[in-house]
């Protein structure tokens, strides 16, 4: 017999308040659990990780890692992106592109390498030119 607790255990009560037939079998149980549940954990387990993303290393290996996360999220909202994006870049490069206010992702991105990239040629101390 399974083992339901929380969200998993409502579904299968409201499943049965609702007249809809119990699966056949173990691998019918889990397609349907896997179809109602899983894009939830994934979504979810997702946005915990970009959440907790920070860049460690350089700025494109930083946006690799922030693009493959959130491709995953399809519909997460630009604002949303750009603000995660931002948030977990270097406190100096942060700064940066903050004080920039980028309207778009592609824009915070574009900054963030711009700014990588001064700071590479002249040291942690300079700022980014004002832009033309």
Do not use: C
């Amino acid at each position: 017999e399974v083992h339901l607790v929380g969200p998993a255990l409502d579904w299968l009560r409201q499943r049965r308040t609702t007249g809809q037939r119990r699966p056949d079998d173990w691998d019918d149980w889990a397609a349907e659990l896997k179809e109602r549940f899983q894009t939830i954990n994934i979504d979810t387990r997702t946005r915990k990780q970009l959440k907790d993303l920070r860049q460690t290393g350089s700025v494109q290996a930083y946006i690799a890692r922030f693009n493959e996360l959130s491709l995953r999220l399809p519909r997460m909202e630009e604002e949303q992106k750009v603000f995660q994006f931002v948030d977990g870049l270097r406190d100096n490069i942060r700064m940066e592109v903050e004080a920039r206010a980028p309207a778009s992702y592609d824009e915070a991105v574009r900054l963030a390498d711009r700014f990588d990239q001064i700071k590479g040629q002249r040291g942690t101390s300079g700022s980014l030119p004002a832009q033309q």
